[in-house]
T-cell receptor
Framework: NAGVTQTPKFRILKIGQSMTLQCTQDMNHNYMYWYRQDPGMGLKLIYYSVGAGITDKGEVPNGYNVSRSTTEDFPLRLELAAPSQTSVYFC??????????????FGSGTRLTVV | DQQVKQNSPSLSVQEGRISILNCDYTNSMFDYFLWYKKYPAEGPTFLISISSIKDKNEDGRFTVFLNKSAKHLSLHIVPSQPGDSAVYFCAASGNSGGSNYKLTFGKGTLLTVNP
């Protein structure tokens, strides 16, 4: 059981380039989330989805886009990369909103550097 | 504005002793509180949670205490083991039935348990 898989693990982008961070889960979870973690900071919610075809903005959505065409996949798109987007990106999923008794399942992260 | 605050960036304890990690919050609408543990180069993993209707929840060596009137919670680890060395994140969310169910994270506390 793979859980939440994120690719790539590392990436260096030049300013202005674009890329897609991939996230796939095999637990049939309806809820999926994208967070970013900057050094010394907590995780900030970028976008989330409550099911296929439904997405919504989180706390820091500017510069990003998402889509959710299937239950399993929730890719995050960066258009026109900027140095401020240098961060570690985590994808997570949960069976129910909040998932208070067992939490979210997180992927291992993508470390992105924009130069 | 930080709704979930972990004011100690780091904590160092001796193996076998108690580790106490603290967390404060400002949003009175938070109903659930969770602790996550994160090792380097891995995603956060769920540790333990507590509902606002309780003041204590324990799971093995881990106990979370909630003081709702003070908007404060703490995680106790007894006895501490070197394998507990990690970053611990406090997170909070509102009721699943509302729109505030998504997790808000603190900045984390790096716990080091010395042999």
């Amino acid at each position: 059981n793979a859980g939440v898989t994120q690719t790539p693990k590392f990436r260096i982008l030049k300013i202005g380039q674009s890329m897609t961070l991939q996230c796939t889960q095999d637990m049939n979870h309806n809820y999926m989330y994208w967070y970013r973690q900057d050094p010394g900071m907590g995780l900030k919610l970028i976008y989330y989805s409550v099911g296929a075809g439904i997405t919504d903005k989180g706390e820091v959505p500017n510069g990003y886009n998402v889509s959710r065409s299937t239950t399993e996949d929730f890719p995050l798109r960066l258009e026109l990369a900027a140095p401020s987007q240098t961060s570690v990106y985590f994808c997570a999923s949960s069976y129910s909103p909040g998932a208070h008794d067992y939490g979210y399942t997180f992927g291992s992260g993508t470390r992105l550097t924009v130069v | 504005d930080q709704q979930v605050k972990q004011n100690s960036p780091s904590l160092s304890v001796q193996e076998g002793r108690i580790s106490i990690l603290n967390c404060d919050y400002t949003n009175s609408m938070f109903d659930y509180f969770l602790w996550y543990k994160k090792y380097p180069a891995e995603g956060p993993t769920f540790l333990i949670s507590i509902s606002s209707i309780k003041d204590k929840n324990e799971d093995g060596r881990f106990t979370v205490f909630l003081n709702k009137s003070a908007k404060h919670l703490s995680l106790h680890i007894v006895p501490s083991q070197p394998g507990d060395s990690a970053v611990y994140f406090c997170a909070a969310s509102g009721n699943s039935g509302g729109s505030n169910y998504k997790l808000t994270f603190g900045k984390g506390t790096l716990l080091t348990v010395n042999p």
